[in-house]
């Protein structure tokens, strides 16, 4: 069997695994230990994240003609490919942590809802809080004057339909003297 027919059906699967990918982010992953890769791994794998070490030749070979091709330059040396199809920053947030605890353990460049992403965007990127907390963000912003206004309104019932603002009883305080105080020595 020629190696040709061999190598088919990795670059077949590698192209499989980033058809329709919101992210794909290449990784340099040694100096990492058996269980440090390991829990990287699981992390990974419960997040819906595909995380594999391939050969750089097959990625290239996947990545021909795809907006996966600017990936190309990064493929020399020890480099694992980390695919999310679901969430575009996912994987980036789970490899921001071993980038940070292990030296050897680096971001290379990714492509981003079809976008080419350095090392330096990816690390940028992986600190953007998630959907969820900017949507909780945007929601808590709103309720407050929602609130306020809900309270005004308890306010104007309880007081028969007459509205008494705070600012109201500030000039009748003014207008008593001040006494003075004695000065500090």
Do not use: W
């Not at 069997?1 to 190598?7: F, G, I, N, S």
């Not at 679901?86 to 460049?109: Q, S, T």
């Not at 407050?144 to 309880?158: D, L, T, W, Y």
């Amino acid at each position: 069997m020629a190696k040709v027919e061999l190598k088919a059906p990795i670059v077949e699967e590698i192209s499989g695994i980033v058809n329709g990918a919101q992210a794909a982010v290449l990784v340099q992953y040694l100096g990492l230990t058996v269980e440090q890769d390991t829990a990287l791994r699981k992390e990974l794998r419960e997040a819906g994240v595909q995380y594999k070490v391939y050969k750089n030749t097959m990625m290239k070979r996947a990545f021909e003609g795809t907006e996966f091709a600017e990936l190309d330059q990064h493929l020399d040396g020890p480099n694992a490919l980390a695919v999310s199809k679901d969430d575009p920053v996912i994987a980036e947030r789970i490899l921001a942590k071993y980038v940070k605890a292990h030296k050897c353990f680096n971001f290379v460049g990714g492509v981003i809802e079809g976008r080419y992403a350095d090392a330096d965007k990816l690390q940028e990127m992986a600190n953007i809080p998630s959907r969820e907390v900017l949507l909780g963000r945007l929601f808590g912003s709103m309720q407050s004057p929602i609130a306020n206004f809900a309270r005004v309104i308890k306010q104007i019932a309880e007081n028969g339909g007459e509205f008494a603002a705070p600012a109201e009883a500030a000039p009748a305080e003014a207008a008593a003297p001040a006494e003075e105080a004695p000065a500090a020595e």
